[in-house]
């Protein structure tokens, strides 16, 4: 088996249904209205996957006080859906297998309207288990939906990715800079505020309803496994990269606006500027692939976004305010380009999709676990020391972690993982 071409590799997303027998067929005989309305929906779907993180952050001082939340329970707010994201990725597959991808993602995008909306009572565990259960949505269409618009837009590759992308990036950052001029539009109702970023995911449900009545049902089986890669320092290197590299970018989806309101800036401000942070990640992540691919290997880059990354998040912590606004675009280059090559380096480091998919769950399944610890000790040191400042250790550890790793990973050479097909 060879590796996949580095020029289409930049484009190419992660099948996580290749395994299955017979393949999953994509959506045929649609007029162009229809092929529209399935690519929106698609899309609009990925937009909801992100808003859960950044709206409660906006929110977090508001959270603490009106429920009363502990320094540790605040913490483990921000990190639960994350974890959750961890538990439940190697789900997804068996599920779309069972039931049929249209109707798990319909399932996904009710249920997290329905997470979303518990939110908003004044009831500290219906705001965890209401964030538990969007995590846990989270992580299945994480999972689903980039090959769902691999197998249904295959001649639309690279402009899919790109609206997928930027779809994901614009939920992030419409939540960070609007929730709280929502807040003030409901009148200080911190419930109505979170449970308002249901709305959204409701009237995508709806919009994606027709596609669950016209899909085919279709038993399917596992007609492949890989064998040799839990066992594989590579697939470690590209797990752990993966993994560090979220964590901090998770750092800044749950504490950046507590970090800059801490700092004397109004939330709404803070918030706008994480808004603006989050969509130059958007722009990121469609260069940095492309970059990526140029060179022998991707070990320079890998190091190179570390170190923007970190960089730009220790000038956002002690900068003067006034260069807030450049710390935040560097940031978002940085992060937004690790997110992408990352990716990237699961699909160039793969002989064939089914070891990929195989390594997108691997990747996903420890690194969110792990990248969860980053957003809970965020809090736990704010917590001991009354400050973020000595977050800044955390922060260069984790960017560390992730430049050895991402060296590692960067090296042009596949994983020692073999496909064999089951009878």
Known sequence: MTLPSQKNSSLE???????????????????PIGRFVLGASLVLIAFNLRPVFSSASALLPEIRTGLGLSSFGTSLLTTLPVVCMGLFSPLAPRLAQRLGTERVLLGVILLLA?????????????????TALTGAC?????????????????????????????????GAASAAGLTLPIEHALGGSLGGTLAAWALPA?????LWLPQVMGARSQVRRNGFRVTGLWTDPIAWQVTLFMGLQSALA???????V??????GLDGVTAGAIVSASVMVQAAACLVAPHIAVKGRDQRAINVILCVIAVVALLGLLFAPLWTVWFWAVLQGIGQGGLIAVALTV???RSPDAHVAAHLSGMAQFVGYLLAATGPLVVGMIHGWTGSFAWCAVLFVLLGLGAAVNGW?????ISVNAKTIETS
């Open 13 to 31: 997303l992660i099948d996580a249904e290749a395994d299955e027998l017979p393949p999953p067929q994509p959506h045929r005989g649609k007029s």
């Open 114 to 130: 329905l997470g979303t909306a518990l939110r908003g009572f004044s009831s500290i565990s219906m705001l965890f288990f209401g």
């Open 346 to 348: 699961i699909v160039l």
């Open 408 to 412: 590692f990973a960067g090296r042009s």
């Open 138 to 170: 989270i992580a299945v269409g994480n999972v689903l939906l980039p090959g769902v618009v691999k197998r249904d837009f295959p001649d639309k590759a690279a402009l899919m990715t790109g609206c997928y992308t930027m779809a994901l990036c614009a």
């Open 250 to 256: 998770y750092c800044v989806f749950g504490w950046l």
């Open 258 to 263: 507590p970090i800059l309101r801490e700092r």
């Open 202 to 206: 409701l009237v995508v449900g709806l």
